[in-house]
């Protein structure tokens, strides 16, 4: 079992920045890989970013490439969404996502996570 507490979120004005969290505890050696998802008002749930816990390569959506950065902290099992360049569009519950399986194909992809936390509500200001 892996537990995720996303933290973090608030009311920002478009144009600024947020930095969120997600601790996990639990099995954490065997999360393999962690994603962002957000959702919005009346939306389904979409990728954000993912990154794979090992190699640290990166995946982002293209509607947050070059605003939003994925990162993580091994040693307190944590990994960060750094969102600059905040839009009124990005308003939405994220959530953060983790991969125990060690493999996939397309961390893009909700069917690739075995868990995910609570979310955290960003909504952005114009």
């Known amino acids: 079992q892996v537990q995720l507490v996303e933290s973090g979120g608030g009311l920002v004005q478009a144009g600024g920045s947020v930095r969120l969290s997600c601790a996990a505890s639990g099995r954490t050696r065997s999360s393999y890989a962690m994603g962002w998802f957000r959702q919005a008002p009346g939306k389904e749930r979409e990728f954000v970013a993912a990154?794979?816990?090992?190699?640290?390569?990166?995946y982002y959506a293209d509607s947050v490439k070059g605003r939003f950065t994925i990162s993580r902290d091994n040693a307190k099992n944590t990994v960060y969404l750094q969102m600059n360049s905040l839009k009124p569009e990005d308003t939405a519950v994220y959530y953060c996502?983790?991969?125990?399986?060690?493999?996939?194909?397309?961390?893009?992809?909700?069917?690739?996570?075995?868990?995910w936390g609570q979310g955290t509500q960003v909504t952005v200001s114009s």
């Open positions: 996502e983790a991969n125990v399986k060690g493999w996939g194909t397309n961390l893009r992809e909700r069917y690739e996570y075995d868990y």
């Open positions: 990154m794979w816990w090992s190699g640290g390569v990166t």
